[in-house]
């Protein structure tokens, strides 16, 4: 089957409508009220049910997905289908049917007829961008930024295909979700030049527009191929931009995920038996599929202070091989390779294995030190998983986790474990202390190294919330350390802030980090808060109760009486710091309303500090300040 797939392709894609084509490689979705030839032998419908087209495809489903499970499909598979576990449904009719057969869960159903979609829609499409193409040089670059930067990390896309539509000059054939949000993602990477030749201001303007298309395509072209669906939602899965859509990562990872699990690619596709149905580039992709979840939600997860979605528990797919990135150029010609893929995409290849094991390292963190409802875990519990953390190691990167060794050790110098002795507490919290501060130091070398080599064009979506462990250590320095450790935090913050405002150039949730820290920074040191540079001055809270009580009393028509009235009920000193000048404005950054919103209540420093010092995430104790 594979080979047929490869001969399939050599001849090149199957020519169509760009307006109507919206899966690649030829795979086409369901036409919309499509009518079924009635009295074929595979089919048995009743008089009743012919007369209603919904009924007779949905029994035509339910008739080809025995057929396909039985092994003898009259149409040939391409769209895979899990039929779930033995708890009820298809899978228990099928066993119950059949006693000489081992009935596989994951079968590949016939391809649906294509969708075709109506004038108004196409129109929609159209004047949303959808059919509007990049130019041939544009979408070179996009591509090779795609492949060198994203691709090693996120192996979502069958890489012969896109390379085979792009050789032959026919990207507008490609499934239309996938190129917009292939072009969202690359977009972070490309030279300048692209955007400006495109007619756009900026990275950030060009990536926005991108979303645009790539999520009106997701929701307007009528696609039911849900591998498709599952492989744009993760393209997708790296936006964000502003306050209300900071969360967006999140619910499109949801939906990846409600979607891999759908196609059954949390299970391993052999568990009851070799299934010949599936090819081994249709296995490695899966396997891909699968574990880019698993990395997105766990990470997320520590990101966004966000419940892990995934239960390994309750998967048993295989764990990922080099093999699986390597197998879909097979075949492609090495000119090919050569102009668009790294050199070095195996020891790539490597590192994504790694990432995945450091990945299973962070959920086993997560719940072992944060998760809501856990007992507290014992001295054996963290030395045992310490010890996994430290076997963790990368060819040529002796400190390849330091994000998850902050992550570890911060939650262990505030609570002890369940067994340890009372009078050794105290020593170990100030061990893990140590430990969580020598990660974060090094965290601020590697990021000190690249600004100094101007690498941060190749910064990722994920760098900007990598920084926030080594920052959350150098603020609990700032709050409970010594003058010394006090003054040697703020000098490392501000470092991060530095940081931080360069990444905002392309990352929005950069823009977020740095006005949270900015503010925090400003509770803990109002004297040194003008050495922050935010676009907006952050007003103390009893500055901002007084200038809500003068907008309430001009809006009551209130006079100067009533002023001063309100005003001498303050004591002198509260007087005095109502009059001391606000830190000044002295740097102007991108994206001022992720700044603006963020400080409009009345929160304690104490209640602010701890919650910013105490969680996983920033953004878990963001509901208090009215920004979720």
């Known amino acids: 089957m594979r080979d047929a797939a490869r001969s399939s392709q050599s001849r090149g894609p199957p020519l169509s409508s760009p307006e109507s084509s919206t899966s690649p490689g030829g795979d086409a979705a369901p036409i919309r009220d499509s009518q079924p030839p009635l009295g074929t032998p595979d089919t048995r419908i009743s008089a009743a049910s012919s007369s209603n087209p919904s009924t007779a495809d949905e029994e035509q489903l339910g008739v080809e997905m025995v057929e396909a499970a039985l092994g003898h499909p009259r149409r040939e598979g391409r769209v895979p289908y899990y039929i779930g576990e033995q708890t009820g449904g298809p899978t228990s009719t099928m066993h119950i049917c059949s006693t000489d057969h081992v009935i596989p869960k994951h079968l590949l159903m016939p391809a649906a007829k294509q969708t075709i979609l109506t004038d108004d829609e196409k129109a929609f499409l159209r004047s949303k961008g959808v059919y509007s193409f990049l130019s041939e040089a544009s979408a070179d670059s996009l591509i090779r930024a795609y492949f060198h930067h994203v691709h090693p990390i996120m192996p979502i896309l069958e890489a012969d295909k896109l390379l085979e539509y792009h050789r032959l000059k026919r990207l507008n054939e490609y499934n239309l979700i996938l190129l917009w949000g292939l072009y969202t993602i690359a977009s972070n990477y490309m030279p300048a030049e692209v955007y400006e030749n495109e007619g756009f201001a900026s990275r950030k303007a060009f990536r926005a527009e991108m979303f645009s298309r790539a999520v009106c395509a997701y929701h307007n072209t009528g696609e039911k191929n849900n591998l498709i669906l599952l492989q744009g939602a993760l393209l997708l899965g790296f936006w964000n931009s502003d306050i209300e859509d900071h969360m967006q990562p999140w619910q499109w990872s949801g939906k990846a995920i409600n979607l891999c699990q759908i196609l059954g690619l949390h299970r391993d596709i052999d568990s009851v038996g070799y299934n010949s149905s599936i090819t081994e580039q249709q296995r490695s992709l899966f396997r891909r599929l699968w574990w880019t979840c698993f990395w997105r939600d766990r990470w997320l997860s520590v990101s966004l202070g966000r419940p892990l979605r995934i239960n390994l528990d309750e998967s048993d797919t295989s764990d990922p091989l080099v093999s699986d990135i390597a197998i879909d150029l097979e075949g492609v010609p090495e000119s090919i390779t050569s102009a668009y893929l790294p050199r070095d995409l ?27 409802r856990r007992p507290k875990p014992t001295i054996s519990q963290i030395d045992a998983l310490e ?21 570890f050790y911060r939650p262990c110098s505030v609570e002890a474990p369940s067994d340890l002795p009372t009078y050794r507490q105290r020593e170990w919290q100030q061990e893990m202390q140590g430990k ?50 006090r003054r040697l935090g703020l000098n490392m913050l501000n470092m991060c802030m530095m940081i931080l405002e360069e990444l905002q150039k ?18 803990l040191f109002p004297d040194d808060a003008a050495s922050v540079s935010l676009t907006h001055s952050l007003p103390e809270p009893q500055q901002q109760q007084q200038q809500q009580q003068q907008q309430q009393l001009l809006l009551q028509g209130g006079t100067s009486s009533a002023s001063s009235s309100s005003s001498s009920s303050l004591t002198v000193a509260e007087q005095q710091q109502q009059q001391q000048p606000l830190p000044p404005v002295t740097a102007t950054v991108a994206d001022p309303s992720l700044q603006l919103e963020l400080f409009s209540v009345n929160a304690t420093k104490a209640d602010f500090i701890d919650a910013l010092t105490a969680e996983a995430s920033i953004f878990t104790f963001v509901d208090m300040l009215n920004f979720a």
Not at 347 to 365: D, N
Not at 459 to 465: H, I, K, L, S
Not at 476 to 481: D, E, M, P, Q, S
Request: proline fraction near 6%; glycine fraction near 6%; include cysteine.
């Open 346 to 372: 195996p020891r790539l290849a490597e590192y994504w294995i790694q990432l995945i094991r450091m990945t299973k390292l962070l959920g086993k963190t997560l719940t072992t030190c944060y998760q809501l």
């Open 387 to 407: 010890a996994e953390l430290m076997r963790l190691n990368m060819p040529d990167h002796p400190d390849p986790m330091l994000a998850l060794l902050v992550t």
């Open 436 to 485: 969580a501060m020598s990660a974060a130091s090094k965290t601020c070398n590697i990021v000190y190294a690249l600004a100094q080599g101007n690498f941060f064009s190749y910064a990722g979506p994920m760098t900007p919330t990598l920084l926030v462990p080594a920052m959350q250590v150098y603020l609990l320095n700032c709050k409970f350390g010594d003058a010394l450790s």
């Open 506 to 523: 392309t990352y929005s949730v950069a823009s977020v980090c740095r006005g949270i820290f900015g503010k925090a920074i400003q509770q």
